[in-house]
T-cell receptor, first 109, second 114 residues
Framework: GQSLEQPSEVTAVEGAIVQINCTYQ??????LSWYQQHDGGAPTFLSY????GLEETGRFSSFLSRSDSYGYLLLQELQMKDSASYFC??????????FGKGTTLSVSS | GAGVSQSPSNKVTEKGKDVELRCDPI?????LYWYRQSLGQGLEFLIY????????KSGLPSDRFSAERTGGSVSTLTIQRTQQEDSAVYLC????????????FGQGTRLTVV
């Protein structure tokens, strides 16, 4: 089966940088994705890492190390609107996306 | 359609009744997923459809839960003899194909069993 571990909560202030870690265990690995979900909203796709290294999209970056079964999402220049839950997800070949339990990010002024 | 559409958006049902939840994926998307999310919790995988392949039902919590996908498009999740612990938001998502990791989610159906 698959399992993913990520912190349950992270707090930060506006303008700061925050890193949300994700470790996973899965037999057969197809890539690590990150999703954002605001309260009452639907999850939305943020990024995907299929290979080791860093992917950058604006203020958000995501990193993957397949040898360490580890990845992280880096959020820079935090804004109040970044307050949300962030989920890492793995895809095992031929099966659905499996999500972690999510990290609630609270950004204060 | 422009996005994944789910209906109803809210459903209140009495314990023991059956309910059907509908998902209309993005046109042309061959992969379709159902997840369950309890208040403040993560996304619990329920079932996955990919094209004409046999669905991955490994996440269904009991035999009261079933799902079908007709014509490779619309999907219906059925919960029989609902229990209070079935209360949750049921989310549907679709992606272009099995290789694509970007899943597009609907707004969900909030199910309340009283």
């Amino acid at each position: 089966g698959q399992s993913l571990e990520q912190p349950s909560e992270v707090t930060a202030v506006e303008g700061a940088i925050v890193q949300i870690n994700c470790t996973y265990q899965t037999s057969g690995f197809y890539g690590l994705s990150w999703y954002q979900q605001h309260d009452g909203g639907a999850p939305t796709f943020l990024s995907y890492n299929g290979l080791d290294g860093l992917e950058e999209t604006g203020r958000f970056s995501s990193f993957l190390s397949r040898s360490d079964s580890y990845g992280y999402l880096l959020l820079q220049e935090l804004q109040m609107k970044d307050s949300a839950s962030y989920f890492c997800a793995v895809r095992k070949a031929g099966t659905a996306l499996i999500f972690g339990k999510g990290t609630t990010l609270s950004v204060s002024s | 359609g422009a996005g994944v559409s789910q209906s109803p958006s809210n459903k209140v049902t009495e314990k023991g009744k059956d309910v059907e939840l509908r998902c209309d994926p993005i046109s042309g998307h061959t992969a379709l997923y159902w997840y369950r999310q309890s208040l403040g919790q993560g996304l619990e995988f329920l079932i996955y459809f990919q094209g004409n392949s046999a669905p991955d039902k490994s996440g269904l919590p009991s035999d009261r839960f079933s799902a079908e996908r007709t014509g490779g498009s619309v999907s219906t999740l059925t919960i029989q003899r609902t229990q209070q612990e079935d209360s949750a938001v049921y989310l549907c998502a679709s992606s272009i194909d099995r290789e694509n990791t970007e899943a597009f989610f609907g707004q969900g159906t909030r199910l309340t069993v009283v």
